[in-house]
């Protein structure tokens, strides 16, 4: 059984770490324990050796028990740690911990979980990130590209029966589309019409139409692209009401 501190050979470090990777060394010294040998599946007694082995001139390290402490809780509200049935104040680990193992498989496990709520735009907090740590990954996508149809096609005016590239190719149109910006690069006007459309029929449509299996980096990088097309689309609506309220000010009364 590794000890903690041939894991993480400073007290420094080891206070220095957020919680969950703490948590991921710590399970990585617990799931090597033997039946014979379980003392550290008590949470004093872990987080009293883990004081002792970073003791500094026999004085004990207060602030290794609290992290390790805090970590412990970590591992049981995350489901990998859980009591003994047999001890009230012994653990076991879960069928979850053996399969994640180590300090790699929880980071690995936060990653799939990730998808950081201040990169993504405000209409897809509450309809696409939720189903998104629930795992649900092709239909997080569906929802984000389909909340970007939707916010294109009421920034147009347009009916619901423009749909998907039909709908992107008409409001980018570089000549007339309503949400093109007249003042860029006819170039650049083409480019973001080829974004949009190739954005909603490449990821839109396919999710829609059969079941695709998306895994959760493949899936956020979508969804992240949704969500930054449609804050494009929220800016190009803004300047087309601010062009269309001007232009009626100007009429004669």
């Known amino acids: 059984m590794p000890l903690l501190r041939q894991l993480i ?7 220095a770490l957020e919680i969950p990777d703490l948590a991921g ?17 008590n949470r004093h007694n872990f987080c009293l050796n883990a004081m002792r082995e970073y003791s500094d001139n026999g004085q004990q390290r207060n602030d290794i028990g609290i992290a390790c402490s805090t970590a412990w809780s970590w591992l049981e509200a995350n489901g990998l740690i859980c009591h003994a049935p047999e001890q009230e104040h012994w653990y076991v680990p879960t069928r979850r911990a ?15 979980r990730e998808l950081p709520p201040e990169f993504l735009h405000p209409s897809m907090l509450e309809n696409v990130r939720p189903l998104f740590l629930q795992g649900k990954f092709d239909t997080a ?6 909340a970007l149809e939707v916010a294109i096609r009421s920034a147009c005016g347009f009916g ?6 039909q709908l ?8 007339s589309g309503p949400l093109t910006d007249q003042d860029q690069e006819k170039g650049e006007r083409v480019a973001l019409m080829n974004l949009m459309t190739g954005a909603l029929g490449s990821y839109k449509n396919p999710v829609s139409h059969r079941h695709v299996q998306l895994g959760a980096e493949e899936a956020r990088e979508m969804v992240m692209l949704a969500s930054h097309l449609r804050k ?22």
């Not at 053996?98 to 799939?112: A, L, V």
């Not at 619901?160 to 590239?165: C, E, L, R, T």
């Open 141 to 146: 996508v569906f929802e984000a590209f389909k």
């Open 160 to 165: 619901a029966d423009q749909i998907g590239v």
């Open 9 to 15: 050979p400073e007290a420094d470090a080891l206070l």
């Open 25 to 41: 060394y710590m399970l990585e010294t617990l799931l090597p324990v033997t039946n014979d040998n379980r003392g550290n599946w």
């Open 232 to 253: 494009i689309v929220d800016a190009r609506a803004g300047k087309l009401f601010e062009t269309t309220f001007a232009a009626i000010e100007d009429q004669p009364s």
């Open 168 to 175: 992107a190719s008409k409001a980018f149109h570089p000549e």
């Open 98 to 112: 053996e399969q994640i193992g180590n300090y790699r498989g929880i980071r690995q496990m936060i990653s799939q």
